[in-house]
């Protein structure tokens, strides 16, 4: 059996075609684009990069980018003024703040700090208690995870009364992924660098979310016949028979793991593309949501 791919570039060019037609919308009622404001301070390529991918894709579909840049020395007060200034301004309606910050800065009060209204990754403390509480609606979900859940629900996997297995619990990924699945009434199991025997948990799994970070961790005799792969892990590995001299893979061990599973993602292609649509999806509702509110 050779699994379904789950093609996440062709979803979220999908919904790209579909938020672009909604900025028109907006941007011909009320006269100006929505805006996303951007908060990156250090060095980190990794986080420079997706700034500038995320910059490349609000272009794309119409919407304004607007980015404050810190370097590695910057202070506490200098990185919590810049998102206060996107909270005044009245031309933003989304904020992002780049994760990881420097070793130097506390992240939680930075994040703390992000309006409500505006916290469109979805990382405020509120948000994120609303998401781990039954009868609570957070009024935005991470970007990454929420991308999972649309790859499943776009796979046609099921959810309700499954049995889920996520790998890795950052604040980022693992954790909020497992409040969505445990929300849409998946069974869930969240395993991490202390639990026992991760590959007989992961054997009991009809959905595998893995997002540990560790190139090719999961082996295809650790799956259920079947089961629906989420890979969330980016991982740069050596290969001499490339151009560039590497190339990157997930934290599945893809071809295998295909002729197991029932769906999977890809690396590069899957989760990937997903996470800065849902950013933006979250930036154009953010943008309805306030507009409609200064009209009333």
């Not at 390529?45 to 607007?66: L, N, W």
């Not at 992000?114 to 970007?143: C, Q, W, Y």
Request: hydrophobic share 45%.
């Amino acid at each position: 059996m050779t699994a379904k791919i789950i093609d996440g570039t062709a979803v979220a060019e999908r919904m790209r075609t579909a938020l672009a037609e909604d900025v028109e919308r907006f941007k011909a009622q009320f006269g100006y684009a929505p805006a996303l404001g951007a908060v990156l301070a250090g060095d980190d390529p990794a986080s420079a990069q997706y700034v500038r991918m995320k910059r490349r894709a609000c272009e794309k579909i119409g919407i304004e980018s607007i980015t404050h840049e810190m370097d590695a020395n910057s202070t506490q007060a200098e990185v919590e003024a810049a998102v206060r200034s996107l909270n005044d301004d009245p031309r933003v309606h989304g904020i992002l703040v780049q994760l990881p910050l420097p070793a130097q800065l506390d992240e939680e009060p930075v994040l703390a700090l992000v309006s409500l209204d505006k916290d469109v990754d979805g990382f405020h403390p509120i948000n994120i208690g609303k998401l781990a509480m039954k009868g609570r609606e957070p009024t935005f979900t991470p970007a990454t995870p929420t991308g999972c859940m649309v790859l499943l629900e776009d796979a046609g996997v099921e959810i309700a009364g499954a049995n889920a297995v996520v790998i890795g619990r950052s604040n980022i990924v693992g954790m909020p992924v497992a409040l969505m699945l445990t929300r849409a009434n998946a069974t869930v199991t969240l395993c991490h660098s202390r639990t026992r025997d991760i590959p007989a948990i992961v054997r009991q799994a009809d959905i595998v979310i893995a997002a540990i970070g560790k190139p090719e961790y999961v082996k295809a005799d650790w799956l259920k016949p079947g089961a629906a792969v989420i890979d969330v892990g980016t991982n740069k590995i050596d290969d001499p028979d490339t151009a560039k001299g590497y190339r990157f893979v997930g934290d599945v061990d893809f071809e295998a793991a295909k002729e197991v599973a029932g769906a999977i993602t890809k690396v590069p292609g899957g989760v990937g593309p997903m996470t800065i649509t849902m950013l933006l999806q979250n930036t154009v509702k953010a943008a309805w949501r306030l507009t409609a509110e200064k009209v009333v």
